[in-house]
């Protein structure tokens, strides 16, 4: 698979995932949704739509997006998300979007150290993760992957 195909599966991937969540209604309707990183904002644009009533929080090193797709202020959490993301845990997230991956072994290597924890902690029982990178966690159960998404490209949890 040429780059261009797997950039291409990625994107249609998370598009899947997040419209599939919508349609069979798997969060509840005013749950707090995390955006782990938010590059340009268009996932975050995607789930802003999908979900209009949801409180969504933002995370990133730093504002990167385009203005049409930049959260309000108060929604965006700025710095290393292995830093800031330990705030949420226990605090019952409805469902968390992960797409912080790179393609560069190691240091995809050095974020699973954290990310499947951390992801873990934040949601509630029953939560939502959707990742780019494996969340290889007890706590976490692989779901069926929609129609569309190819298996090892993008991944689906639901919290035990
Ligand atoms: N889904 C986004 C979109 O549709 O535009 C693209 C996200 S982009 C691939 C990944 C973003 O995560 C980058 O903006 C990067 O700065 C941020 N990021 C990755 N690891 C991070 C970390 N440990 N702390 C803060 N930001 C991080």
Do not use: C
């Amino acid at each position: 698979m040429s780059r261009l195909d797997s950039f291409i599966s990625r994107m249609q991937s998370q598009r899947e995932i997040i419209n599939h969540v919508k349609d069979n209604a798997m969060i509840a309707p005013d749950g707090v949704i995390l955006e782990i990183g938010l590059g340009n904002g268009r996932t975050y644009d995607h789930i802003r739509e999908s979900f209009p009533n949801n409180r969504i929080i933002v995370f990133d090193r730093a504002v990167g997006s385009h203005p049409a797709s930049t959260p309000p202020e108060k929604d965006l959490v700025l710095g290393d998300i292995k830093d800031t993301i330990q705030q949420f845990a226990g605090t019952n997230v409805a469902l968390a979007h992960a797409d912080i991956g790179t393609a560069y072994a190691e240091k995809d290597a050095r974020t699973l150290t954290w990310l499947p924890q951390s992801v873990a902690a934040a949601l509630a029982p029953g939560g939502i993760a959707v990742s780019g990178l494996p969340l290889d966690n007890p706590e976490l159960e692989p779901l069926p992957l929609p129609v569309g998404v190819e298996p090892g490209r993008y991944y689906f949890y639901r919290k035990r």
